[in-house]
């Protein structure tokens, strides 16, 4: 049914007759050393791990589900954040159980593309493993604006007490989200998360720009 709506083409590279080419898949392949631990200009108080650069066929794929609805690309999206979360635990970053909360989305900007989509890969990237939950439990307080085009300060200024809490969670919280730039949104769910009394012990990225 999708098929017929959208043409046939990956969704990394664009070439024909597939969704997601074998090439694309091995760029999201987690090496024994990922995710990184990357350092944002804003510093949200916790470690901070992406599983690769926002460029090429990753950078493709989040852009063509977050905007394009392209929700086929959840699974090798959700796939990687799962390796992602198995090395972390390997690592003695996280430790079984604890929840995922997904950063927030402008609640506009995702009813508008389909869904949240970070909450989809996380979702599924935990699909099978009973001891993590995930718990969309931030969301955007109203007239925040989208970040895209925003300078750091002018970033940090606009989610100043902007992220609020809608569902209460317990012990340990990994903070997932599909990008992390400048920090700003991160440092201000840490921080939303630690003022209820949640253990933020890392954030958890698919990409970093
Ligand atoms: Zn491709």
Same mark, same amino acid.
């Given at each position: 049914?999708?098929?017929?709506? %959208?043409?046939?083409?990956?969704? #990394?590279? #664009? ?13 999201? *392949? ?6 990184? %631990? $990357? ?8 470690? $901070?791990?992406?599983?690769g ?12 589900? *977050? ?6 690309? $959840? ?13 972390? /635990? ?8 604890f ?6 989305? @402008?609640? %506009? ?5 389909? #869904? ?6 996380? =979702? /599924? ?5 009973? +001891? ?8 955007? @307080?109203?007239m925040?604006?989208?970040? &895209?085009g ?6 940090? @200024? ?5 992220? *609020?809490?809608? *569902?209460?969670v317990?012990?340990? &919280?990994? %903070? ?10 991160? @440092? /201000? ?8 009394? &949640? =253990?933020?012990?890392? $954030?958890? +990225?698919?990409?970093?720009?």
């Amino acid at each position: 049914m999708l098929d017929l709506i %959208l043409p046939l083409e990956c969704g #990394g590279c #664009g070439a024909p007759s597939t969704k997601w080419c074998d090439s694309c898949a091995a760029t999201l *392949k987690v090496h024994t050393d990922e995710p990184h %631990l $990357v350092t944002p200009r804003i510093d949200p108080g916790v470690p $901070v791990f992406a599983l690769g650069r926002y460029a090429g066929p990753r950078r493709q794929a989040i852009v063509a589900l *977050k905007e394009h609805g392209r929700r086929d690309l $959840v699974a090798p999206l959700a796939r990687a954040l799962a390796l992602g979360i198995h090395q972390l /635990e390997t690592w003695g970053i996280l430790d079984t159980p604890f929840t995922i909360v997904p950063a927030p989305t @402008r609640a %506009l900007a995702a009813r508008s593309r389909g #869904g949240d989509p970070v909450l989809r890969i996380a =979702n /599924e990237a935990t699909r099978q493993n009973q +001891t993590i939950t995930v718990i969309r439990a931030l969301k955007t @307080r109203a007239m925040v604006r989208d970040s &895209v085009g925003l300078a750091v300060a002018d970033r940090e @200024r606009n989610l100043n007490g902007r992220i *609020k809490i809608t *569902k209460q969670v317990a012990g340990d &919280v990994l %903070l997932v989200d599909d990008i992390v730039t400048t920090g700003a949104t991160a @440092r /201000e769910a840490v921080r939303t998360l630690r003022e209820s009394g &949640v =253990n933020v012990t890392a $954030v958890l +990225t698919l990409a970093h720009a």
